[in-house]
């Protein structure tokens, strides 16, 4: 048996390690390091097209899940970002994700878009002193209390992820009740918007910006602009840049228009992005196959010597 499908765990694991089986797309994190070491298997690692980033209510006066009373601490900039200084994402990157992640500041799927570029790419640092520096200039010197509703079967350890930033945000005095949800119940909940913070993943086969700016970045409209933009900012510039980038010929000029709506979404940080996740795939070492950055496996392509 060549095949095992998505979301495998450690007992097709044990049966590629026998021979029985010759191929496990998306092995179980914690039994990566014995595959590595075992004798005629072999691991291919590939960088998805998805980005995984945490969102926040910025539409209320008030948020509905915070100890925070007639007002939004999330709609100051100065919040957003003492919360993206304070995630140490090389301890997510090692310790929660064993690796399986490409830390990005940007909030693009895939790296290949020629937008993106080093200034982009790059991340505010992690930074407890000027986290707590800007949490006191916003008036919550002592923090506050908020929920972040994530899911705990759709991404890569996406659970551990938001257990471990709400450690992290502790270290500023936002303390963070996580709600980790199966997928059905967790997307249910978010789409009618109601979350106050949330994790979610973006990517697929496409690697244009386009399939991020219209549906994620770009304010709330109809025919699904903006349908995934679950904070519910509200950004004119960001959406007159992204608006033109999408129907600009010039390839020149919509490079730059998707660069400035990209720069104006990062000066702002609507969302704060993570990681680009890493997916393994694990074979018996006589099987070729191409890891495809959508995660999808192509029979045509894959060989048994």
């Given at each position: 048996?060549?095949?095992?499908?998505?979301?495998s765990d450690s007992t097709r694991t044990a049966a590629?390690?026998?021979?029985?089986?010759?191929?496990?797309?998306?092995?179980?994190?914690?039994?990566?390091?014995?595959?590595?070491?075992?004798?005629?298997?072999?691991?291919?690692?590939?960088?998805?097209?998805?980005?995984?980033?945490?969102?926040?209510?910025?539409?209320?006066?008030?948020?509905?899940?915070?100890?925070?009373?007639?007002?939004?601490?999330?709609?100051?900039?100065?919040?957003?970002?003492?919360?993206?200084?304070?995630?140490?994402?090389?301890?997510?990157?090692?310790?929660?994700?064993?690796?399986?992640?490409?830390?990005?500041?940007?909030?693009?799927?895939?790296?290949?878009?020629?937008?993106?570029?080093?200034?982009?790419?790059?991340?505010?640092?992690?930074?407890?002193?000027?986290?707590?520096?800007?949490?006191?200039?916003?008036?919550?010197?002592?923090?506050?209390?908020?929920?972040?509703?994530?899911?705990?079967?759709?991404?890569?350890?996406?659970?551990?992820?938001?257990?471990?930033?709400?450690?992290?945000?502790?270290?500023?005095?936002?303390?963070?009740?996580?709600?980790?949800?199966?997928r059905a119940l967790y997307f249910a909940k978010a789409?009618?918007?109601?979350?106050?913070?949330?994790?979610?993943?973006?990517?697929?086969?496409?690697?244009?910006?386009?399939?991020?700016?219209?549906?994620?970045?770009?304010?709330?409209?109809?025919?699904?602009?903006?349908?995934?933009?679950?904070?519910?900012?509200?950004?004119?510039?960001?959406?007159?840049?992204?608006?033109?980038?999408?129907?600009?010929?010039?390839?020149?000029?919509?490079?730059?228009?998707?660069?400035?709506?990209?720069?104006?979404?990062?000066?702002?940080?609507?969302?704060?992005?993570?990681?680009?996740?890493?997916?393994?795939?694990?074979?018996?070492?006589?099987?070729?196959?191409?890891?495809?950055?959508?995660?999808?496996?192509?029979?045509?392509?894959?060989?048994?010597?």
């Open positions: 048996m060549i095949y095992t499908p998505i979301k590629l390690l026998s021979g029985e089986l010759q191929l496990v797309l998306d092995p179980p994190p914690q039994d990566l390091e014995r595959l590595r070491a075992a004798a005629g298997v072999k691991v291919a690692d590939g960088v998805e097209n998805r980005v995984i980033f945490i969102g926040m209510d910025q539409g209320r006066n008030e948020l509905k899940y915070s100890s925070v009373k007639g007002s939004n601490p999330f709609k100051d900039v100065r919040v957003r970002k003492a919360l993206y200084h304070a995630v140490d994402i090389e301890t997510l990157r090692t310790s929660v994700m064993r690796g399986l992640a490409r830390p990005t500041g940007v909030m693009s799927p895939s790296p290949l878009g020629n937008f993106n570029d080093a200034e982009l790419e790059k991340r505010l640092p992690f930074d407890l002193p000027r986290a707590r520096t800007l949490m006191t200039q916003a008036g919550y010197p002592n923090g506050f209390e908020v929920t972040l509703d994530c899911p705990n079967n759709r991404y890569i350890n996406d659970e551990k992820i938001c257990i471990a930033l709400a450690g992290m945000w502790s270290q500023i005095g936002v303390k963070v009740n996580v709600n980790a949800q199966p789409e009618k918007l109601d979350i106050s913070m949330y994790m979610l993943g973006w990517g697929g086969t496409i690697t244009d910006a386009e399939v991020t700016l219209t549906p994620v970045l770009r304010s709330r409209g109809t025919n699904g602009v903006g349908y995934f933009n679950w904070g519910d900012y509200k950004n004119p510039k960001l959406d007159e840049l992204a608006a033109a980038s999408s129907v600009e010929p010039d390839r020149a000029k919509r490079e730059q228009l998707i660069k400035a709506a990209l720069r104006e979404h990062n000066e702002q940080v609507h969302h704060i992005p993570l990681h680009r996740q890493v997916i393994p795939w694990a074979m018996r070492s006589n099987v070729e196959a191409v890891h495809r950055p959508d995660n999808w496996l192509e029979w045509c392509w894959v060989t048994v010597r």
